[in-house]
């Protein structure tokens, strides 16, 4: 039971990084991609329906993971606290930056909440990368389950590091290439003109950039985590993960060169889900470990509720989700199509 | 420690209070929308349809507020009260989690549609978008409601491992007996301070001479919704909340009523200041037997006074929970007596002209959020000394890694962000209703 719900929360995880990914990506690269008030607004008609829904998956991961692993929830929101609140502000920095900014027909006040929403979806898409790094790498857990992290000591990867160090900050830089590049499939798919072909320049130049990262990053974490292989030399099916990853890497490649962003949007999509579910598989069964003792580890058993809820858990829960999944496909075909040169909202 | 706590405490009040003042309005207006809009496709009348996109102007700005505001309410839990969350997880969990997955996907999915899908959608489609967003927003506070009444009155949980609770019966949860009252009389609530704001709205414009029609539609609509939930949440709703506070947390009851000493045809105080040191009531104004009466249906009842409790289970800020439920209660009598009389006014056919009523009601929008705020702080402070009533106490609950300077970090942040955020949504809110209900577009941007 608590192996399902350990697939349940990866699984919402990873269609949040996907679904709010693409809006975020496209918020990373909004200054670079769209210029005039014109080309902006297609920019937010693009995820301006959608954004909303996406960041729901993560307060809905959140409180799955609060029904079904208390104690992970508890010890990792606490242990991550300063980090956490930054993220809240940043999410309703970024959220008043596509609201507020078609309210008034200024400039200077559209500059500032354009501003805004980019600034704020950059450091979110290096946030995230930082988190899982975090998740990878370890947190000071001592046998209560519990730790503290200030936002960073000594940059340098040790039992007592903060939340920066060099590997959550290249792991943030993993998530920042990849995001962006999996917005810009996002935009060029939804938009036509001037905007598409920079969101399609625009992916031509972070997809390096996402290899690199990404490379640098399996080193590190092979050095950092050696444990994390011990499930694949187990299971080998296990590999199908990683491997789904790197094709999506390589069709992200492939399709932009020829100009189909939907099927460059689908690769990258398959890219970040390779990748989390590489890293939930080799994670397991912990959820959260230890730099201080592997004992005191967090894991799948040692942080769970009572098998009675996790029951009846899964009957809600897996009528809820569909209903959900059906929402997200109605919102998604209503809005089908591209945004237009002027967009009047659809 | 104690530093940690009170911080820990201030920071969830301050995030949980300025939050609750936007979906009160999101849930009541929810409502009041679903009814324009069925009365516009009723009766064909497009000035209903256009009164009804005028408030979803106000409702997308008001919903985005609230629902920014409410993401670090689920962040909390864990981040301020990890221990808390540890202990009661496994059972508070559940409704949470379900909110998540019931309301939120069924709110921010319709929510879109509704806002920018007019044209695309039609008449009808757009309407069961509207009424789709209502829903969410009320299943959503049903599910925050049942979290709540358990931590006011715990039911269908059994001991689970390392002194946590875990928990035993799903029905009971979800039928929990307080939440059910709790809930109704907070739905009342939401739909008092919308009406109001409706009414407010409308008085303006008929004050002002300038949109009457719609001006006449608007305080239509919010005097008539203003009296029947008014009403509600007097009788039967705050009756039966009022029973459940009585029975189950008597010590709650008697610090609300400001009843020190044990009495027999023990009387309603309608005004006096709780003294601490000399445990009694200054300047009493009262209604004798009263509230013998009011909790037991005999006038001569014996209701147990705070005496009757060892000073360790009385709530800890005894002075600030009597003011709270006072100001509710005074000010729900007040929200009945002005919505009566306006409705009296419209079977007279004037209430349009009548000046004194029309400024009454136009300065009388804030009270229902002070009215709504008061009774959550009447909850709140009543449930104190405990967390979860009479399970964990609230200095258990804490984060016990976050320190006081952190969380003193965090909450001058959320002061600033929040009055940023405050000042944001009244230039917009007052500049929509400057701009005037005919001007509001068919729901697209820009």
Request: proline share 13%.
């Given at each position: 039971m608590p192996l399902l719900w350990f697939c349940v929360i990866a699984f919402m995880l990873a269609l949040y990084v996907i679904l709010d990914g693409f809006d975020l990506g496209a918020g990373v690269l909004h200054i670079a991609i769209a210029r005039t008030d014109d080309e902006r607004r297609q920019v937010l008609g693009a995820i301006g329906p959608f954004w909303d829904g996406n960041e729901v998956w993560l307060l809905a991961a959140g409180g799955t993971l609060y029904f079904a692993f208390p104690l992970l929830y508890a010890s990792s929101f606490s242990g991550f606290y300063l980090p956490l609140m930054m993220v809240l502000w940043l999410l309703m920095l970024r959220g008043l930056g596509i609201e507020m900014r078609?309210?008034?027909?200024h400039p200077m006040w559209r500059a500032f909440w354009d501003g805004t929403f980019a600034l704020g979806s950059t450091l979110l898409a290096i946030f995230l990368g930082a988190a899982l790094g975090n998740v990878v790498r370890g947190?000071?857990?001592?046998p209560d389950g519990y730790f503290f992290e200030p936002?960073?000591?000594?940059?340098?990867?040790?039992?007592?590091?903060?939340?920066?160090?060099w590997f959550t900050v290249l792991m943030g830089l993993v998530s920042l290439s990849t995001l962006a590049a999996h917005g810009g499939n996002y935009v060029a798919m939804k938009t036509a003109g001037e905007v598409q072909r920079r969101a399609r320049l625009g992916v031509r130049l972070w997809t390096p950039c996402v290899a690199v990262t990404s490379v640098g990053a399996l080193i590190a974490v092979s050095g950092i985590r050696?444990?994390?292989w011990a499930n694949f030399s187990a299971d080998?099916?296990?590999?199908i993960f990683p491997v789904a990853g790197a094709a999506g890497l390589g069709g992200m490649i492939l399709f932009n060169r020829l100009g189909k962003d939907a099927a460059s949007f689908a690769s990258s999509s398959a890219f970040i889900a390779g990748m989390l579910a590489s890293t939930a598989f080799g994670l397991y069964p912990v959820v959260l470990p230890s730099s201080i003792d592997e004992r005191y580890s967090l894991t799948v058993a040692s942080t769970a509720a009572g098998s009675y809820g996790l029951g009846i858990g899964i009957v809600w829960w897996s009528i809820g989700i569909v209903i959900a999944l059906g929402y997200f496909t109605y919102l998604f075909v209503s809005f089908r199509g591209k945004v237009g040169a002027r967009p009047e909202g659809y | 420690m104690e530093d940690a706590l009170l911080l820990h405490r201030l920071q969830f009040a301050f995030t949980a209070t300025y939050h609750y003042l936007f979906p009160q309005l999101t849930m009541g207006l929810g409502l009041i929308i679903v009814i324009l809009k069925w009365v516009g496709l009723r009766r064909r009348d497009e000035l209903y349809n256009q009164a009804a996109r005028f408030w979803a102007k106000i409702f997308a700005l008001n919903f985005a507020v609230g629902v920014v505001t409410g993401i670090p309410m689920e962040f909390q839990f864990g981040t301020n009260w990890a221990r808390f969350s540890t202990y009661a997880g496994g059972v508070i969990g559940q409704t949470l989690a379900m909110e998540g997955v019931f309301a939120f996907f069924l709110e921010s999915s319709f929510l879109g549609l509704f806002l920018f899908g007019e044209r695309k959608l039609g008449g009808r489609l757009h309407f069961v978008a509207a009424l789709m967003v209502f829903l969410g927003s009320w299943i959503s506070g049903f599910f925050i409601i049942v979290t709540n009444a358990w931590m006011q009155h715990p039911v269908g949980y059994a001991p689970g491992p390392n002194g946590s609770v875990t928990l035993e019966s799903f029905g009971a949860l979800l039928g929990n007996p307080w939440a059910i009252w709790q809930y109704l009389h907070n739905m009342s609530g939401a739909v008092v301070t919308a009406s109001f704001c409706v009414a407010s709205a409308g008085s303006y414009y008929l004050l002002a001479r300038r949109d009457e029609a719609y001006g006449r539609i608007f305080l239509r609509t919010g005097l008539v919704a203003g009296l029947v939930s008014s009403v509600l949440m007097a009788f039967p709703t705050g009756d039966a909340q009022g029973k459940n506070v009585a029975f189950n947390q008597p010590v709650t009851l008697a610090a609300m009523e400001g009843l020190f000493q044990t009495k027999e045809g023990a009387p309603l105080v309608l005004v006096g200041q709780p003294d601490m040191d000399r445990k009694r009531l200054d300047n009493p104004l009262h209604v004798p037997r009263m509230l013998s009466f009011l909790t037991y249906?005999?006038?001569g009842a014996e209701v147990r006074g705070l005496?009757?409790?060892?000073?360790?289970?009385?709530?800890?800020n005894i002075p600030l929970l009597y003011y709270s439920y006072h100001i509710m209660v005074g000010l729900g009598t007040i929200f009945i007596a002005v919505t009566a009389a306006g409705v009296w006014f419209l079977r007279r056919r004037r209430a349009y002209t009548a000046r004194p009523l029309l400024w009454i009601l136009l300065l009388a929008f804030p009270f229902p959020f002070i009215a709504n705020t008061a009774g959550w702080m009447t909850a709140e402070l009543g449930r104190q000394p405990w967390l979860v009533y009479g399970?964990?106490?609230?200095?258990?609950?804490?984060?016990?890694?976050?320190s006081a300077g952190n969380t003193l970090f965090t909450l001058l942040g959320f002061l600033g962000l929040y009055f940023v955020i405050g000042v944001l949504f009244l230039l917009l809110v007052l500049r929509t209703i400057g701009d005037g209900p005919a001007r509001a577009a068919h729901g697209e941007r820009d």
């Open positions: 078609h309210h008034v027909n947190v000071p857990l001592g936002l960073w000591t000594s940059f340098t990867v040790e039992p007592d590091s903060g939340i920066l160090d050696p444990g994390i080998p099916w296990g590999f | 249906y005999r006038w005496d009757a409790f060892p000073e360790t289970l009385w709530p800890t399970l964990l106490r609230t200095p258990a609950g804490t984060s016990a890694t976050v």
